[in-house]
């Protein structure tokens, strides 16, 4: 039998195996519940990009690094540590931020971290494990949480498994850990992890990366060969990992493109172990679709709430849309300017897709580090901004900040929208940063919009009403035209209301919602 042929019968054994685990875990768990952590229901994320948040001064560099507030480029480092997001703990908290999102900070080669080298070691360039000790002792300290970015599909070239391989061709032991070409595996032909123009040109016209350089990799990119997670040493490593850094401290995993390791046992068995460890430990996937299939109570507690988000851009932005930008990232290519009647439909779509335990932990963002950011996206249009944010306060699931979007940053498609934080307040946005401020606390007064499904109507042409069952909740509407609109809210209360912002009294049948504005209405 050839080495191809082994291949081929052992991985369809593989998947075999694979079919009758799943097919004994459904009927075992067909009555499963559902069982997301308690906290996440209360907490507001802030997610920090860790090069570009803060820099304390406490990590030697002993080379010039991209200057803070220029352009950010695709190489360039800018110096942030975790030691600076120690120092600046209380902004976050007098923000009202209860929980950080971290993307990667293990050490890496690529300024974001996602291509990893040493899954056990915080980069040195972010202050290294002490760093992270002091972080997370400072910050359970006031009561907050710490979620760490897991890249487990793919590692990196300076990887030292995948180094191993390429020195070594076929007698290295770790020939199994990634998706090899036995020709270039025995010496045949040789690897290409930098490819040559040849190999450049072949993947250009559309080639895989295994047979043009040699190995399989995440979106045929050089830098990132996918694991192979049939190995059960590579599975066993992947979740030591995970396991390692639960026992440090961390709170939770956030789990980068998991969709793309095609194995739910796997994720059932990390699930499994992370939660014997951690029982309120929160796993949410990035996936920007549908994701019922790992949702259902044994793999992850939620995803990246990226279909809010598209809906939240299409509404909100409304004619300020700058469609091509928002278009940028491929899963957005259906976002336009959408009507009310569109936007109810969508955010109802969405939140009928999975069970209310799953709703109520949905990680809820406006934008991140893969895509322009929202005020970019909406041309500037600060009101749109403004309407979202409240508009994610008011709905079940953590919604979360993408750094300095409370103060008014922009930018394009990445590397644009990871600038350095801008720390001189002169340069901040003071009235935005206090809008942020207040919806929050008014997310935490209010338990309904937290504990509770929200009931989406449209009230006039371009007016949508977020209510909730309880009796003593609050009403938002939302007016996303460019006029003032008059609505009527009898049928939502029967009482008298106030101005959540004002404390004035409002009447329920004649309840003015100014143009481009959102009104929260509270019961008296």
């Known amino acids: 039998i050839t080495n191809p042929q082994r291949e081929h019968f052992t991985k369809l054994r593989s998947e075999i195996d694979r079919g009758f685990a799943q097919f004994w875990h459904f009927r075992q768990d067909k009555h499963m519940t559902i069982d997301t952590p308690g906290w996440v229901r209360d907490a507001i994320f802030y997610q920090i990009f860790p090069d570009r948040f803060a820099r304390s001064g406490r990590v030697k560099l002993g080379a010039e690094l991209e200057l803070w507030n220029s352009v950010p480029t695709a190489h360039g480092f800018k110096g942030g540590d975790l030691y600076g997001v120690v120092e600046q703990l209380d902004y976050l908290q007098q923000l009202g931020i209860t929980a950080i999102y971290f993307c990667p900070i293990f050490s890496s080669a690529a300024n974001h971290r996602y291509h990893t080298y040493d899954y056990l070691n915080v980069d040195p360039l972010l202050g290294g494990n002490a760093a992270l000790r002091e972080l997370l002792d400072a910050v359970h300290a006031r009561g907050m949480k710490v979620v760490l970015d897991g890249v487990f599909n793919h590692a990196s070239r300076g990887f030292w498994q995948f180094h191993h391989v390429l020195e070594n061709g076929a007698a290295s032991p770790y020939r199994d ?44 990119l050089p830098a990132l060969p996918k694991f192979n997670t049939d190995c059960p040493e590579v599975r066993e490593f992947l979740i030591d990992v ?69 809906a939240s851009i299409g509404f909100f932005g409304g004619g300020s849309l700058d469609v091509e930008e928002t278009r940028r990232p491929s899963s957005f290519s259906h976002v336009k300017a959408f009507t009310a009647d569109e936007f109810v439909a969508e955010v109802n779509k969405v939140s009928a897709m999975y069970a209310p335990e799953v709703c109520e932990s949905q990680l809820n963002l406006l934008d991140s580090h893969d895509m322009p950011r929202f005020l970019t996206c909406c041309s500037g249009d600060k009101q749109a901004l403004k ?29 644009d929208c990871r600038k350095g934080f801008p720390w001189n307040q002169a340069d901040w946005d003071q009235e935005l940063l206090t809008w942020y401020r207040n919806c929050i606390a008014l997310r935490k007064q209010q338990t309904a919009f937290r504990h509770e499904p929200a009931k989406l109507t449209v009230a006039a042409a371009e007016v949508v009403v977020v209510s909730h069952s309880a009796k003593d909740s609050a ?29 004035d009294s409002v009447q329920n049948d004649a309840v003015v919602i100014p143009a481009r504005t959102a009104r929260v209405l509270l019961r008296s």
């Open 177 to 220: 850990w990634f998706h090899f070409d036995p020709e270039r595996l025995n010496g045949h032909r040789r690897f290409e992890p930098y490819p040559s123009a040849s190999a450049e040109a072949d993947l250009a016209s559309g080639e895989g990366s295994y047979e043009a350089i040699g190995y399989g990799a995440w979106w045929n």
């Open 242 to 310: 995970a396991t390692h850094w639960i026992e440090f401290g961390i709170d939770g995993w956030r789990l980068d493109v998991p969709n793309e390791i095609e194995d739910d046992e796997f994720w059932r068995e990390f699930r499994r172990r992370v939660r014997a460890i951690n029982s309120d430990a929160y796993i949410v996937g990035e996936v920007w679709g549908e994701a019922k299939r790992w949702l259902q109570g044994d793999m992850w507690d939620a995803v990246m709430n990226y279909q809010i988000t598209a």
């Open 387 to 415: 309407m979202a944010w409240l508009f994610l306060c008011t709905m079940p699931g953590a919604p979360c900040v993408y750094y300095g979007d409370e103060i008014g940053l922009d930018g394009r498609h990445d590397p």
């Open 475 to 503: 009403i938002a509407a939302f007016n996303s035209s460019t006029s003032a609109v008059s609505i009527s809210l009898e049928s939502y209360s029967p009482t008298p209301m106030v101005d959540w912002q004002t404390g």
